[in-house]
């Protein structure tokens, strides 16, 4: 009987701190954020630029990258700052991959651009497919479901294309046809766009950020 009185008594002082928190404002501070999504996956970047004189004296001058300054989010409550830092946690993990995407896409295209024939273009595809095939597969299969809608949507980002254009430039409409036919079945549609000015402005926030070492 003591042990379930003392059981009770805990719930009751656990729920009478957490109350009060779950219904007041949460304010998205650097410290809140470093918390939530861990250190910063880029660094903010500075050069020297050299020597300049200031006030007769000689000091070093340095460049620094751009550094971003948006308003401070305040959360209603415990449920929507999740699922921002959810969010934040998933670009995180993913914008990375859209990068690299980005890249050797610009080198895929500038290789394809040098070969003389179509036959040689048509082979250099076959081969390039199965290349991107064994280095993403097995990275993209250990996705979530929303990490994968995200990736199609960064991907049009850093691209300015949608996933279904790139694939059917490039591997043909079939292609494209099929693989955005079998996306439908989860929900999830290669052609879907992004959006920073409406849909994806938080999005478009956190990359910013992230680009920047601010997240």
Do not use: W
């Amino acid at each position: 009987m003591k042990r379930i009185c003392v059981h009770i008594s805990l719930c009751f002082l656990l729920l009478m701190f957490i109350l009060p928190v779950r219904g007041q404002q949460i304010e998205a501070t650097r410290e809140f954020d470093v918390a939530m999504t861990g250190a910063p996956i880029f660094s903010h970047a500075y050069y020297f630029t050299g020597m300049v004189e200031v006030d007769g004296e000689m000091i070093p001058s340095f460049l620094y990258s751009d550094f971003y300054v948006f308003p401070k989010l305040v959360f209603k409550n415990h449920r929507q700052a999740k699922k921002y830092y959810r969010m934040a946690n998933n670009i995180k993990k993913v914008y990375p991959i859209a990068c690299e995407i980005k890249q050797t896409l610009d080198k895929t295209i500038a290789h394809l651009d040098s070969l003389p024939t179509k036959k040689e273009k048509d082979e250099y595809m076959k081969q390039a497919e199965k290349d991107l095939k064994k280095q993403y597969t097995p990275r993209l299969k250990k996705l979530t479901f929303s990490q994968g809608k995200l990736l199609i949507k960064l991907v049009d980002r850093q691209c300015d294309q949608t996933s279904y254009e790139l694939i059917k430039t490039y591997m043909g409409g079939f292609k494209a046809g099929f693989y955005n036919a079998f996306a439908s079945l989860f929900g999830a549609s290669l052609k879907k766009e992004y959006d920073p000015e409406c849909d994806d402005r938080l999005t478009e926030r956190c990359i910013m950020l992230i680009e920047s070492g601010q997240m």
